[in-house]
């Protein structure tokens, strides 16, 4: 069954609280009210379809038989409620074409352990469908997490999750793959100052922008607009990197994004990139300012709108000097930093990322797009790291993602 949704939640029921408002949408607020009061802490569970439908999943024991027909479908030992007579047929008609007829979430290897998860504790499960769907024009971003499987906890005002993700469908994954099982909250993350609205650390650019550097489409004008051939997208792929995003109390843009690679070979090679970069931003109208003499500025370029009579500084690029390779400081829509904020970038291959946000921050200046769950775009604080599930590469592709939100007081 588990086949003809795209995305399914588990919850844990508490009479305490109010009746979810699915509930009511679905049964009727009389019907609603009596079941939700007899389901006690049992877990309950919501799934999408493909066309954007929620359906309310309960246990096939909490409702009477005689009611069932009047206003849902049994399946097994689970009764699933849409809104009408035809988007039932049309479940029926999706879990007939996944020749899964059992009621049961009943699988093998780790989606097996995914919805195993889902059957015995809060948890969430998404396929790539949903994630572009909820993440709207961040999902080229997350496609290293195209469908995944999370085991969900509540602690106070935290909301925690530990889980995998993968590149492809969880059953095509080897069977000896298992949900990891819960350990310490992830580690907290160096502090970020206020005005940082996001902050995004790698081991290399590849997990964020790998799927935009393969397309064609990116490839081509990289390579015949800035030199940056096949050689270069490699090299700069597999480099480590630090991006922030920053808000601005004044000028052109609310928030700047600053990014920090460390960059390897020919340092040559990349100022002539730079060099066609410069070419281009000045046949579209914009300036350089001069640039200063001093030994900590040499190599700094910034950018400003040439008919800007402040000269508002909207970008530009810096070399820094490190002890390995020289760190490439870049600003879009504001000035790069001009010292190293970048962590860790020694780290081996493969280790992940780290992530910081203050999404309530983001949602309320209009940056974060997509349709985020409300407990998401509400807090205040986001943390989150994502690492080789098995680091001797036996699981290849699977990532390990742990990570906790901080809620707000209800």
């Not at 993350?189 to 590849?206: C, H, M, Y």
């Not at 003499?293 to 070399?319: A, C, E, H, N, Y």
Request: aromatic residues 8%.
């Amino acid at each position: 069954m588990a086949d003809a949704f795209i995305l399914i939640q588990s919850f844990k029921g508490d009479p305490r609280r109010p009746v979810p408002s699915l509930w009511n949408a679905r049964l009727g607020v009389k019907p609603a009210g009596d079941l939700w009061q007899r389901q006690g802490e049992m877990l309950w569970w919501q799934a999408w379809s493909l066309d954007g439908e929620a359906y309310l999943i309960l246990p096939a024991t909490l409702i009477p038989p005689r009611s069932q027909d009047s206003f849902s479908q049994r399946y097994g030992n689970l009764v699933v409620v849409g809104t009408d007579q035809l988007h039932r047929e049309q479940l029926s008609q999706r879990i007939n074409a996944g020749n899964s007829q059992s009621g049961s979430f009943s699988e093998a290897g780790l989606f097996a352990s995914c919805l195993e998860s889902l059957a015995e504790q809060t948890s969430v499960y998404w396929t790539a469908d949903a994630l572009a769907s909820v993440s709207g024009t961040l999902a080229p971003l997350l496609q290293r997490g195209r469908e995944g499987c999370m085991e969900l906890r509540l602690q106070g005002q935290v909301l925690q999750w530990n889980g995998v993700i993968s590149q492809r469908p969880l059953r095509n994954n080897p069977a000896q793959a298992k949900l990891v099982v819960w350990n310490n909250a992830a580690t907290e993350p160096a502090p970020v100052d206020q005005f940082t609205l996001l902050q995004v650390e790698g081991s290399a650019l590849q997990l964020i922008l790998g799927t935009l550097l393969s397309r064609q489409i990116i490839q081509v004008p990289l390579e015949q607009n800035y030199g940056i051939n096949e050689v270069l997208r490699t090299q700069i792929s597999a480099s480590p990197f630090s991006l922030r995003l920053r808000g601005r109390p004044k000028g052109f843009y609310r928030a700047g994004l600053q990014l920090q690679i460390p960059v390897p070979g020919d340092l040559g090679t990349w100022n002539k990139v730079l060099d066609t970069v410069s070419e281009r931003l000045r046949s579209r109208g914009y300036a350089s300012l001069p640039s200063a003499t001093g030994m900590s500025d040499q190599g700094k370029q910034l950018w400003i709108k040439g008919d800007d009579p402040k000269k508002t500084v909207v970008g530009g690029w810096r070399w820094l000097r490190m002890k390995k390779n020289p760190l490439l400081s870049i600003g879009f829509g504001i000035e790069p930093e001009g010292t190293a904020f970048i962590r860790g970038f020694d780290q081996p291959k493969g280790s992940g990322l780290v992530v910081q946000a203050d999404p309530s921050t983001l949602v309320s200046m209009d940056l974060l797009s997509g349709r985020w769950p409300k407990p998401m775009t509400k807090a205040s604080t986001m943390t989150f790291q994502v690492s080789p599930l098995d680091a001797k590469g036996l699981t290849k592709g699977l990532w390990r993602m742990q990570g906790q939100l901080l809620l707000p007081q209800s």
